[in-house]
């Protein structure tokens, strides 16, 4: 069995700042050697979330008027400064496991992963990928 483990670093421009992690984490799919297993895709951040999902920008829109309905930043909250930002983490998680099938993602048909910033500022994120496998 092998365990693969990558991170790579990506700046985001602030409150449901979208950025694009599928070529990466297939970078580090292909790096590890791993033909069949699993991938775990993980963020070491309490207001980041990782999706799963279609990036469609119609989508991406919907959501984020999702979360700003459900959880506005301005809302009456007891955390101070950014508990908007905990509570949506918290809500879509930080990590997602993706099958590994012939040494790439075992991707839908339509899915893609992607960060959706929570914080309503600017951030420095670290994604790690930990690939587990034949």
Not at 9 to 25: C, H, I, M, N, Y
Not at 32 to 57: K, M, W
Not at 58 to 72: N, S, V, Y
């Amino acid at each position: 069995m092998v365990v693969y483990s990558s991170h790579f670093d990506f700046e985001t421009q602030g409150e449901f700042d979208v950025v694009d992690l599928t070529a990466k984490v297939e970078e580090s799919v292909r790096n590890s050697g791993v033909q069949e297993g699993l991938a775990v895709v993980y963020a070491g951040h309490s207001t980041g979330v990782i999706v799963l999902n279609e990036y469609d920008s119609a989508l991406i829109e919907d959501l984020k008027g999702f979360l700003r309905r459900t959880l506005p930043a301005e809302g009456s909250y007891r955390h101070p400064v950014n508990a908007h930002a905990h509570l949506r983490s918290m809500l879509l998680t930080p990590s997602r496991v993706v099958p590994v099938r012939g040494g790439r993602l075992g991707l839908g048909t339509w899915q893609s992963l992607y960060w959706v910033e929570a914080e309503t500022r600017p951030r420095r994120r670290r994604v790690e990928v930990t690939v587990v496998g034949e």
